[in-house]
């Protein structure tokens, strides 16, 4: 932390995270924002909440794309309260783990790491199948939480000290790996320089991130905010892992919030290097990801958009109906708050689990109310939040759909389903 970030919180990113380049140009401001997991109580709505510059930076030099601030992550994650083991998401996962465990561990003895290991959800899963694993995360009651359950976790910041007491300790990793992580880290060269010390000769470096070109492609701008520093492709991500002797070998695309990005990234040279890698190189060539321009025109689109959804909403409400906010993620607020949609649009947020039930979204004060409130009193419409659980969300809730009730798809293309 800086001086600057230690007086307001906020550090203002004067140099690329990646080529440290200075060449900085902002084409997306959503102004000032709270922070999206900074969930209220009850008796807080009354106080000033902190609010910081939400801006978006394309790197002239690297065509990384930045947020133009950074937020002290004490601030952001010092009351962590999310735990992976409560999302609906073990499917994916387990298929994810045997994958992995089949392709690159050979033996029993091998170490296989996760980063931002959270409760050990995923670590647990692996374990099923491999014994010698081990998570490391910064937010320490989490880490307990995960220990006490049986996956060994270290309660601390992954990089490079970390990684080099961690070799020393339990020997190199075969597997280092990171579920929605790297985008959230500042220090890019610090991560890197970890996994250079921490993996074996013959291991591989795994992260997933949503995808730079699912903003393009269905304007998914709620991945916008103060968590997720970074906003990857694959180019940017080459130039960084190049100065630490790593390659990325292959890249896969899965439907996870959106399109995201699974990187397998090994020593230069181990491996050979699929078509995959090229394949998506010259994709975002193709969509001239290294120009300015194009970015300019993406901020277009979503100011457009959020016209759009805003004469929609509006439209409804003069028409006497009753719409609800269908889902309490994170990336929602971006979302309310960018968009100006509160309590006086959306009579309140579902959620599932205990943890947000009987809060307010940060910024709009919607109430969070458990989802059987929905489901006992429909209202006329869903403006739906959580479309990244489409499919899930739709087999549950068939009997609003069948009854006519209908969600609003908030991104993309608007659409009424
Ligand atoms: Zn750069």
């Known amino acids: 932390?800086?001086?600057?970030?230690?007086?307001?919180?906020?550090?203002?990113?004067?140099?690329?995270?990646?080529?440290?380049?200075?060449?900085?140009?902002?084409?997306?401001?959503?102004?000032?924002?709270?922070?999206?997991?900074?969930?209220?109580?009850?008796?807080?709505?009354?106080?000033?909440?902190?609010?910081?510059?939400?801006?978006?930076?394309?790197?002239?030099?690297?065509?990384?794309?930045?947020?133009?601030?950074?937020?002290?992550?004490?601030?952001?994650?010092?009351?962590?309260?999310?735990?992976?083991s409560g999302m609906p998401a073990s499917a994916h996962f387990r298929t994810y783990a045997e994958n992995i465990v089949k392709r690159f561990v050979?033996?029993?003895?091998?170490?296989?790491?996760?980063?931002?290991?959270?409760?050990?959800?995923?670590?647990?899963?692996?374990?099923?199948?491999?014994?010698?694993?081990?998570?490391?995360?910064?937010?320490?009651?989490?880490?307990?939480?995960?220990?006490?359950?049986?996956?060994?976790?270290?309660?601390?910041?992954?990089?490079?000290?970390?990684?080099?007491?961690?070799a020393a300790q339990y020997g190199l990793a075969k597997v280092i790996l990171g579920n929605n992580v790297v985008a959230h880290i500042d220090d890019h060269h610090d991560l890197a320089a970890g996994v250079d010390k921490l993996l074996a000769p013959d291991g591989v470096f795994i992260f997933e991130a949503p995808y730079l070109v699912d903003m393009f492609e269905n304007l998914t701008f709620d991945t916008i905010y103060h968590e997720?520093?970074?906003?990857?492709?694959?180019?940017?991500?080459?130039?960084?892992l190049d100065q630490y002797n790593l390659e990325i070998f292959d890249v896969e695309i899965h439907p996870i919030q959106g399109q995201s990005i699974r990187v397998f990234?090994?020593?230069?040279?181990?491996?050979?290097?699929?078509?995959?890698?090229?394949?998506?190189?010259?994709?975002?060539?193709?969509?001239?990801?290294?120009?300015?321009?194009?970015?300019?025109?993406?901020?277009?689109?979503i100011e457009n958009l959020k016209k759009e959804v805003k004469d929609l909403v509006n439209d409804l409400k003069a028409r006497g109906k009753r719409i609800i906010g269908y889902g309490a993620p994170?990336?929602?607020?971006?979302?309310?708050?960018?968009?100006?949609?509160?309590?006086?649009?959306?009579?309140?947020?579902t959620e599932e689990l205990p943890s947000k039930i009987g809060l307010y979204t940060p910024g709009t004060?919607?109430?969070?109310?458990?989802?059987?409130?929905?489901?006992?009193n429909p209202p006329d419409y869903a403006f739906f939040l959580a479309w990244n659980y489409r499919d899930a969300v739709f087999e549950k809730e068939m009997d609003f759909r069948r009854k006519g009730g209908k969600f609003i798809m908030p991104v993309g293309e608007v659409r009424m389903l």
């Open 1 to 84: 932390m800086n001086d600057n970030q230690k007086d307001s919180g906020v550090r203002t990113v004067g140099n690329c995270r990646i080529c440290r380049s200075t060449a900085l140009a902002e084409f997306f401001n959503l102004g000032e924002q709270p922070l999206a997991n900074s969930f209220l109580k009850a008796e807080d709505l009354e106080k000033q909440e902190p609010y910081y510059p939400l801006r978006v930076l394309f790197c002239e030099s690297c065509n990384l794309i930045q947020l133009g601030e950074v937020v002290n992550p004490e601030l952001m994650f010092g009351d962590y309260v999310y735990f992976s």
């Open 106 to 166: 050979s033996r029993s003895e091998d170490l296989f790491v996760e980063i931002g290991s959270n409760d050990g959800h995923f670590l647990s899963v692996v374990k099923e199948t491999h014994a010698n694993i081990l998570g490391i995360d910064p937010a320490k009651n989490i880490a307990a939480v995960a220990n006490k359950k049986g996956i060994k976790t270290i309660p601390d910041f992954f990089g490079a000290r970390v990684a080099a007491d961690t």
């Open 228 to 240: 997720h520093l970074s906003y990857l492709a694959v180019r940017p991500m080459i130039k960084l």
């Open 265 to 301: 990234a090994g020593r230069k040279g181990v491996r050979p290097v699929q078509g995959s890698v090229t394949g998506l190189i010259n994709k975002e060539l193709a969509m001239k990801l290294d120009q300015i321009a194009s970015y300019f025109k993406l901020a277009e689109k």
């Open 330 to 349: 994170a990336k929602g607020n971006t979302l309310l708050n960018y968009y100006r949609i509160g309590a006086d649009i959306l009579d309140y947020a």
């Open 365 to 376: 004060h919607i109430p969070v109310v458990h989802v059987s409130e929905f489901r006992d």
